[in-house]
């Protein structure tokens, strides 16, 4: 069976994910569903970014991302569909598959057009329902991308908040906290020599686990979504240093 | 496969849902199972029956809907399975199908009374995992309802809060907030020449999506809960304005 | 199809889950993946252990459960899987599965060591998704236990807050609170003439449902964990009588 992801900022209260599972079904039964994330913060592109690009590479190839992170639904930004050589990536072309797609070979990209494969609704605020899930299922049972919309160049990039140089040093950030408080940083890689920065704290050493460290003193660490990590053993990095999103790390190479 | 749709007020912390799910697989293991929410307000039935009217349409025919919200478990309230022209809902006696069936021709009502298809627990407390899945996974296998329990005339009616007429003006509702903060009215449909009153503003005009509107007045869309709805651009209309749930919303006919 | 059941304290938000799902069908796309909670407290083993005791008999036999609250990820504890006579369970030993295994007949505990069988990543923070998941896989699509790594001869035990004497009568406690806020106990059975206090309060009766009781007093109930549960008619027994977990209940027998 084929493998349907999807990613959002929809909640699970209210239902909306409930839907788009109806939808999806109602074209293709014999299909996994697997839910990667539906508590993205509202709106937030740049998480949801994130959180496809840290799970997608595990998921059987062939399988069919829908990532609905749309804070302008309804309005004239395009719903695409991304082949690449390995997944199909379905989304509001807004840069939230920037990162996903920076390490897949991008095979077509065409915009949603063809409204055979369209749910006819009297709202135009769902388009996760509406326009990803039919078109999602659709493209599971075979339906080709040249039959789904009008082939389009390239998809719009995220303004992804990379380590800069200023002066004798880099400008990193904390880009997220996860569920354990967990600083996830936008480090991906670090040279031999190097010497980290936050608040009054130095760290040169990187942990081999979360239980090795201070737990008085921020803690560098290579976590799971292939960024370094701050952390502090058993507790949350982010209440014991009272963490912030986009909060500045100095990154000294020595 | 065949489809069985699960709505709660459990939670999705406390293992309650992945009980009803391991009885539903050990009785019928080819089947979808999905959920629809968990996350209803403990025992609101209002709640319950919003999220179901508003997303049971978009399941494939044939699926069986579990909604329990079930503040009498355990009492004289009886367990039924309704079955329409299109699906089969099973769900305490409590109005909480109300708003789903009022669009749904009803063919048959049964209470569930047969032994032979439910759990023998040494609690009382649990329906959801001790009755209605189990029911619902013997009938997702074809067992008849007439095999179920005997049938009732009618089910229950939740006292849905309407549009009412007072003096020359109506007076309308917020009934529920979504996860972005929208207020979701009581209002279903809208005559051309409408004036909604809330607080000190006045609406006169329905948005096309939600960034069309003032920022800082309340503003109006058809949502997908099949209701109209106040929202900010990017915003959550429920802090904005400290909206509060049943609050009245004034509206006008020119 | 074989179904696989998921509990861990890694949150819905994060894409966590997400990505142990993805591994699991890369391995087996034909199996059936079911959640029992992900909201276990951050590290909190004995709540994981609770939940999957509750849980895990309510499974088709022949289900595999990943249970991952894990704490020491990356040190010396040991992954293992332990085959009972109906179940396998797949958990770092810490012992999470000491209430689910004091039910069932042990057959087999082995260490997972075999790398064949184990995700190669440059992180050493996530066993769930490169250890246990696809462990998991490979177990339901048939790979013996000897095949995964050495047999060992015990797992580790839970300290579990049993009940106990002191002079002439017993203090149990509070171990867990649902999401409805009914206070489950570590008291399993009770003799005909028990009388238990709390606060300032005396109950001698236990309730046969939730709306059985007093709205002012703690009442009792048998409940679905498999212990006995103190509560308060459509209320939060926790907010009503500010309850905390590990609080002390005397348990008297006349």
Redesign the interface.
């Known amino acids: 069976?084929?493998?349907v992801?999807l990613?959002t900022?929809?909640?699970?209260?209210?239902?909306?994910?409930?839907?788009?599972?109806?939808?999806i079904?109602?074209i293709n039964?014999?299909i996994?569903?697997?839910?990667?994330?539906?508590?993205?913060e509202?709106?937030d592109i740049l998480e949801g970014s994130l959180?496809?690009y840290?799970?997608?590479k595990?998921?059987?190839k062939g399988?069919i991302f829908v990532s609905v992170v749309d804070?302008?639904?309804?309005?004239e930004r395009k719903p695409i569909v991304v082949k690449t050589k390995d997944y199909t990536f379905l989304a509001p072309d807004n840069g939230i598959l920037t990162l996903a797609l920076k390490d897949q070979k991008v095979e077509k990209i065409v915009e949603i057009k063809n409204e055979k494969y369209i749910l006819k609704?009297?709202?135009?605020?769902?388009h996760g329902?509406d326009i990803f899930s039919p078109v999602a299922a659709y493209i599971s049972k075979g339906v080709d991308l040249s039959e789904v919309g009008p082939e389009v160049e390239d998809f719009i990039k995220l303004n992804f908040p990379t380590v800069y140089k200023e002066k004798d040093f880099y400008v990193a950030k904390i880009i997220k906290f996860?569920?354990?408080g967990n600083a996830i940083t936008n480090i991906e890689t670090l040279p031999e020599n190097f010497e980290i920065e936050y608040k009054n704290f130095t760290i040169t050493k990187i942990s081999?686990?979360?239980?090795?460290g201070d737990k008085n003193k921020p803690n560098l660490?290579?976590?799971?979504f292939g960024f370094y990590e701050l952390f502090v053993p058993?507790n949350?990095f982010k209440d014991k240093f009272s963490a912030k999103e986009m909060e500045k790390i100095i990154l000294k190479i020595k």
């Open positions: 069976m084929k493998t992801a990613l900022d929809f909640g699970t209260k209210d239902g909306f994910v409930g839907s788009m599972k109806g939808v079904l109602n039964p014999e996994n569903i697997v839910d990667i994330s539906h508590e993205v509202s709106f959180i496809i840290a799970t997608y595990y998921f059987p399988t804070p302008e639904v309804g309005t609704t009297d709202t135009n605020t769902f329902r996860d569920k354990f081999k686990n979360f239980l090795e660490i290579k976590g799971s058993k949350s």
